[in-house]
């Protein structure tokens, strides 16, 4: 008995949306559903920004070269600490491999140590030596700075 009294109420349910609908599109022919009203002025604001958009790409290039003029020095600057960095990370990449090379490492101790040993005896282990080490820093630096 419940099964027949749910058939008739989906059909009914099916019978009122389908009449609904049918009502819904005989209300909707051309000519009987009110018009939006003709725009009477063109959208300004989208205009004002299209012209905007286009007069900033017009004048790129302009802008683009006085950017470059005011600031050259400083993106040299920052162009010359970046390629510095991607040469630091390439030399110390560079030196770990050769360090992965075996007996290459120990052999580079060696003659790290025998160069700084030799250093110490030739220049700073005397005050005449020492002098003349600060006289050939002092030309160095003359060379490099200037009087």
């Given at each position: 008995?419940?099964?027949?009294?749910?058939?008739?109420?989906?059909?009914?349910?099916?019978?009122?949306?389908?009449?609904?609908?049918?009502a819904?599109?005989?209300?909707?022919a051309?000519?009987?559903?009110?018009?939006?009203?003709?725009?009477?002025?063109?959208?300004?604001?989208?205009?004002?920004?299209?012209?905007?958009?286009?007069?900033?790409?017009?004048?790129?290039?302009?802008?683009?070269?006085?950017?470059?003029l005011?600031?050259?020095?400083?993106?040299?600057?920052?162009?010359?600490?970046?390629?510095?960095?991607?040469?630091?990370?390439?030399?110390?990449?560079?030196?770990?491999?050769?360090?992965?090379?075996?007996?290459?490492?120990?052999?580079?101790?060696?003659?790290?140590?025998?160069?700084?040993?030799?250093?110490?005896?030739?220049?700073?282990?005397?005050?005449?030596?020492?002098?003349?080490?600060?006289?050939?820093?002092?030309?160095?630096r003359?060379?490099?700075?200037?009087?």
């Amino acid at each position: 008995m419940q099964g027949n009294v749910q058939q008739v109420q989906q059909a009914e349910a099916v019978d009122s949306t389908s009449t609904n609908a049918i009502a819904a599109l005989e209300g909707s022919a051309f000519g009987t559903q009110p018009l939006l009203e003709p725009a009477t002025q063109p959208n300004r604001k989208w205009q004002q920004m299209g012209t905007q958009i286009l007069d900033f790409l017009a004048n790129l290039s302009d802008k683009t070269a006085r950017f470059l003029l005011e600031y050259n020095q400083q993106i040299i600057t920052v162009a010359l600490i970046i390629a510095a960095f991607f040469v630091l990370k390439i030399v110390l990449a560079v030196l770990d491999a050769i360090n992965d090379i075996p007996l290459v490492y120990p052999t580079f101790e060696l003659i790290g140590i025998g160069y700084t040993t030799w250093f110490f005896f030739r220049y700073l282990l005397n005050g005449s030596t020492r002098q003349e080490l600060d006289a050939q820093i002092q030309f160095i630096r003359n060379e490099i700075y200037g009087n």
